[in-house]
C-alpha cells in the first residue's frame, strides 16, 4: 500500500502548539502520559465482569434460560469494557510505559474479546489513525456488506434508505465476525497489501497464533460448557450469541458515533496522492466528541468518548482524555478549527442515526 501524503502549508503549525501545551501539562503535573492506578484497578474490575458470571454458568448446574442468558450477557458488557478501555491502551502502547507488558496485556485482552491483536495494530493504529474517514483506506469506514453505507464516496443502493433501521442489527453481529472470518481475511488482505513483505517468517508466525488463539477461543467458550455442563447445546449457543450481540453493539455504538456523523468529513486522496490538509487538522474535521460530562459513561468505554483527544494524541493513555480537552479546545479556537462535540450519548447515537438516515438517501 503506497501511503497518502499530508500537506500543511502552515508548517503544521497547530499540531506544534498543541503539542508544546500538551507536554507541558504532563510535566507541569510530574506524570506519565500511559496509565496509572485508575486504569489498572479498573482493568480487574471488568476482567472480573467477563469472567465471574461465565464462571457462575458452570457453578450453578441448572438455571432458568433467562438467568443463564442474563449471566452470558454480563459477560458481554465486560467483553466490550476490556476491548474499550484495556486492549485499546494496551495495543497503542499506552497501558503502561514498558512496551513488553503492553504486548502481553494486548495480546492476553485481545484473546478474550476474540480478536486479534496484530490485525488490529494494522487496521486501527496504523490504517484508522493514520486516514481518519478516508474512503479505501481506513477499514472502520469499509463496510462489511453491499447493505451498509457509512461514507459518501461508497455508491448508493436502494436499500441504503432503510439502513438507519437495521444498521444496529448488524452492529451487533460485529463479534461474531471478528472470532470468526473476518481476522482471516484481513491476515491475507495485509499480506496482499504489504504490511509483511519482506517478513516471511513474521507472517507464518501470525497465521499460526491467528489459528491457535481462534481454536482456543472457540473451546474455551462452547467447548467448555458443552463438556462440563448439563445445560443443552442450544441453550450454550443462545446464552454465547447474547454475549457477542451485546458487545458488538456496545464497540459499534461507541466507535461510529465518533466519525460517521452529519458534521464530520470524508476527505479524499486527491490524484497527486495527497490529501489537501495537515494530518492534526485533519482528525479535528473527521472526529466528534460526546457526552464529556459523563464520568460512569467515560469510565467505562475507556474515554474514547474524548475522540478528538484520541486522534491527535493516540500515544497518550485514555485516563488524561479529560485534563487535555480543555487544551485542544483552546489551542483549536486559535487556530479556527471546529471541535465537534454532542452533550450526551444519546444524542451522539441519534446523529449517526441521521448520518445513516442521509447515506441512504443523498448521493
Known amino acids: 500500500m503506497k501511503a497518502a501524503r499530508y500537506t500543511a502549508p502552515d508548517g503544521d503549525a497547530f499540531y506544534k502548539a498543541l503539542r508544546k501545551r500538551v507536554n507541558q501539562y504532563f510535566k ?10 485508575t486504569l489498572y484497578i479498573k482493568t480487574v474490575l471488568l476482567f472480573l465482569l467477563l469472567w465471574v458470571p461465565f464462571a457462575l454458568t458452570f457453578v450453578f448446574a441448572d438455571l432458568p434460560w433467562y438467568l443463564y442468558c442474563g449471566l452470558w450477557t454480563l459477560t458481554g458488557f465486560g467483553m466490550a469494557g476490556i476491548g474499550l478501555s484495556v486492549m485499546h491502551d494496551a495495543v497503542h502502547d499506552t497501558f503502561s510505559s514498558n512496551r513488553k507488558l503492553n504486548n502481553l496485556v494486548g495480546h492476553f485482552s485481545m484473546f478474550f474479546i476474540g480478536g486479534f491483536a496484530e490485525n488490529w495494530r494494522i487496521q486501527h493504529n496504523h490504517k484508522h489513525h493514520t486516514y481518519t474517514n478516508v474512503a479505501g483506506v481506513d477499514e472502520d469506514i469499509k463496510s462489511p456488506i453491499p447493505a451498509l453505507r457509512f461514507t459518501p464516496d461508497v455508491p448508493k443502493r436502494s436499500i441504503h434508505k432503510f439502513q438507519f433501521l437495521y444498521a444496529w442489527f448488524f452492529y451487533g453481529l460485529m463479534t461474531f465476525m471478528w472470532t470468526s472470518s473476518k481476522d482471516v ?5 495485509f499480506k496482499a497489501e504489504g504490511f509483511y513483505d ?12 491467528l489459528v491457535v488463539w481462534k481454536v482456543s477461543y472457540y473451546l474455551l467458550y462452547l467447548g467448555a460448557p458443552i463438556v462440563f455442563t448439563d445445560y443443552s447445546i442450544w441453550l450454550i449457543l443462545a446464552g454465547y450469541s447474547c454475549k457477542h450481540f451485546l458487545a458488538g453493539l456496545t464497540l459499534s455504538a461507541v466507535f461510529q458515533p465518533a466519525h460517521v456523523t452529519t458534521r464530520t468529513e470524508f476527505p479524499k486522496i486527491e490524484a497527486d496522492n495527497t490529501i489537501a490538509n495537515s494530518w492534526a487538522a485533519h482528525q479535528i474535521l473527521t472526529t466528534q466528541n460526546f457526552a ?40 483549536a479556537k486559535g487556530f479556527n478549527l471546529p471541535y465537534f462535540q454532542q452533550p450526551t450519548f444519546a444524542s451522539a447515537i441519534y446523529d449517526h442515526g441521521k448520518m445513516l438516515y442521509d447515506l441512504g438517501r443523498k448521493d
Open 185 to 189: 481475511k484481513q491476515l491475507l488482505q
Open 292 to 331: 464529556m460530562k459523563s464520568k460512569l459513561f467515560s469510565w467505562y468505554v475507556g474515554g474514547l468518548n474524548f475522540q478528538i483527544e484520541h486522534h491527535l494524541f493516540p500515544n497518550i493513555c485514555h485516563v488524561h482524555y479529560k485534563k487535555l480537552s480543555p487544551i485542544v479546545q483552546e489551542v
Open 28 to 37: 507541569e503535573n510530574n506524570i506519565k502520559k500511559t496509565g496509572n492506578a
Open 198 to 209: 519482506g517478513r516471511n517468517k513474521a507472517y507464518r508466525r501470525e497465521l499460526t497464533r
